[in-house]
């Protein structure tokens, strides 16, 4: 079994409990740093789990990850190992067939897409309802 998966979330919770003010991340947004503390991160990861049940997401499904280094793919990746679901990371840069290829073998039910680029792929790839795709 993976107690990773297990870990993670727990580790979250403790430093949510026991730090609840103190800064775990961060990330430039345009020109100014923000900052996000174990109470935001674990409110936002909370309430991403909650919409995750709620879209009958649960244990054991494959939900991708499809963008660059920003802060959602720390919360999305939190609420997909907090409800039990696997994390299929996919590089940003991917290109379209790759990325066709990744969604169809790995049979993601749910994709996060990190900005409208990633989203146009996406709404591109599932016109052609994965059209027949190899890596060779």
């Known amino acids: 079994k993976n107690k990773m998966a297990k870990i993670i979330p727990d580790n979250l919770y403790e430093s949510y409990i026991h730090y609840p003010n103190n800064i775990v991340l961060l ?3 345009a020109n100014d740093y ?3 503390t174990y109470r935001e991160l674990y409110e936002k990861v ?3 789990m909650i919409t995750l049940r709620k879209l009958g997401l649960k244990k054991g499904d494959k939900i991708a990850i ?9 919360i999305a990746d939190m609420a997909i190992l ?3 679901a696997v994390v299929v990371p996919i590089y940003h840069k991917t290109s379209e067939k790759v990325l066709t290829y990744i969604l169809k073998d790995s049979g993601v039910k749910a994709i996060f897409s ?4 990633n989203e146009e792929l996406l709404t591109r790839i599932y016109r052609l309802k994965y059209a027949s795709t190899s890596l060779s």
Request: charged share 30%; hydrophobic share 35%; proline share 4%.
């Open 46 to 48: 909370l309430s991403l």
């Open 66 to 74: 499809l963008a660059d280094n920003i802060p959602e793919w720390i």
């Open 82 to 84: 907090s409800i039990g």
């Open 34 to 36: 923000r900052k996000l």
């Open 27 to 29: 990330y430039k947004d």
């Open 114 to 117: 990190g900005n409208k680029e």
